[in-house]
Each structure stands twice: as C-alpha cells, then as structure tokens.
C-alpha cells in the first residue's frame, strides 16, 4: 500500500507490506506488534517527547471530555474545508485523542479522507495504535517529517512545537494549517490555586510567513472537575508539573473539585 511517508534515510516513497514499510532503496523498517512504524533516526538516548505518566494523565484527562469544545471546533472546521479524500496529517498526535474524534467525525459525516497521524513519543505513539490503528501511526518528529512534499490537504498542530518550512513543505498549495494554541485565561483556575502570583498566558497573533489567515476562532469555557484523579492528571499533564513547588502541589492535589477557564484560540491557515 503506498501512503505519503517517505523513508527517513533516503526520502524515496514507502510502501507497506505485511510486516514491514519498505522504500525502493531497500531500507525497510519493522511494524511494532501495537501496529506503528518507528521512523524517527535521531538517537541520542533518553527519552523522546513526553514520558508515559504524563501521556497516561492526559490520556485519563482528555478522555473524560473537558477539551471536547476544542475538538469539536477543530471537527467543524476540517469538514467544512477538508476536499473530498483529501489527506490529513497530525503532526504531534499524542495519545490520539483529537485525531481518533476528528475520524470519527470524518466517519460520520460519510466524508472519504486519508488520515496519518505521528508523534515523537513512542510511549504516547503507542497508545494511539492501540485507539486507532487506522491512522497511519508513527514514531517521527516535525523537524524532520518523514512525508513527502506537497501530499497534505490539512496538517494539525496541536500544542505541537511548530517547524514552519517543513509544514510548507509537506501542504499542498492551497492547504491548510489548524494550530490550536493556549488563550489568555487558560487554566487559571488551575494556577490560582498552585502559584501566589497567577499569570495570564500571551498569545501572539503574528501570521507566519508563507501562509495567509482565514479563521480565528475562540474557544472558551469554564470547567468544573469534581473527580481528585482528573485534578491530578490535568496537572500531570501540563509543564506546571515541573515548575510547581511542594506547597502549590500538595494544596492541589488537595482538593475534591476545581474551576477553572479553558481558553484556547484555534488558528486557521491556508498556504499562500
């Protein structure tokens, strides 16, 4: 089956067999028994990309539904510009959590598109197999996409780091960018209760070059989370993991329920 991945090692398109994915040149790479392809070279040891507590805290968090109105807003607006079979590429996947329901809303909108989804966390690529090994998973990173140039529709950036020539370079001219960044509100809540001086979040608006703005849609809710495990895996999830000390931590995980705003701002791009 040939697909829009191209070897890692000499960029000649891959095509997938049985056990495999194979380029012409001979480099083949082997299909891990969850069902992904490990495309990512670079190993320098440690660990790549997010570790397997903060994927199993944000896969606990996204599941229960409180990032739904992102999703959603994101659906809405892959099925109003995606052409018919048209190629969607999500570029930072995680878990799988905004790709497996933009599937499903492609699905059911009996709407044909080809969907390829990569991460460079294998821990977190792995689990996306596993909740849907429909979506061309891969270990692969965004510096370096193992895609061949010009074969994506619609690339998705979701809290991803953003490698703007290399998502030039695998859209199709007229193809669109969905980047999906934090508002200015965006889990103050949360940070009420863990920092003495709260902050709001900077959102910059600029346009990166090579792409011209169509959409700006923001998404803001306030949420109440009255389950401790979710408080603790949103937490978990987030940087502020790292950079909160003993005493906001445990006053956290403290509580039996938290308000909070998500707020986020989701940016529509098209390639100029």
Known sequence: MQTIYICPKCKAPLVIEERCARCAAGHSYDRAKEGYYNLLL???????????????????????????????ALNE????????????????????????????????A????????????????RRLAKRRGDLHPAVAGVYDMPVASGSVDALLNFFAPFAREECLR???????????????????????VLYESPYYNEVSEEIPDGFSLEESVEIREEIEIT??????????????????????????????????????RLFLYKKI
């Open 42 to 72: 670079t190993n320098v040891g440690g660990t790549h990309g997010d570790n397997k507590e903060m994927i199993l805290s944000r896969r606990a968090f996204l599941d229960a539904g409180y990032y739904a109105p992102l999703s959603d």
């Open 77 to 108: 607006a892959v099925l109003r510009t995606l052409p018919k079979g048209g190629a969607v590429l999500d570029g930072g996947a995680g878990e799988g959590y905004y790709t497996g329901r933009l599937a499903e809303a492609l699905e059911k």
């Open 110 to 125: 009996e709407r044909a598109a080809e969907i390829y989804s990569f991460d460079i966390s294998k821990e977190a690529v």
């Open 170 to 192: 695998v859209l199709k001219k007229g193809g669109r960018l969905f980047m999906a960044v934090p508002e200015r509100e965006h889990l103050y809540g949360l940070k009420r």
């Open 227 to 264: 389950e401790p495990s979710h408080i603790r895996a949103l937490f978990e999830m987030t940087p502020y993991a790292y950079r909160t000390g003993k005493k906001g931590r445990d006053a956290l995980l403290a509580l039996s329920s938290l308000k909070t705003p998500i707020h986020f």
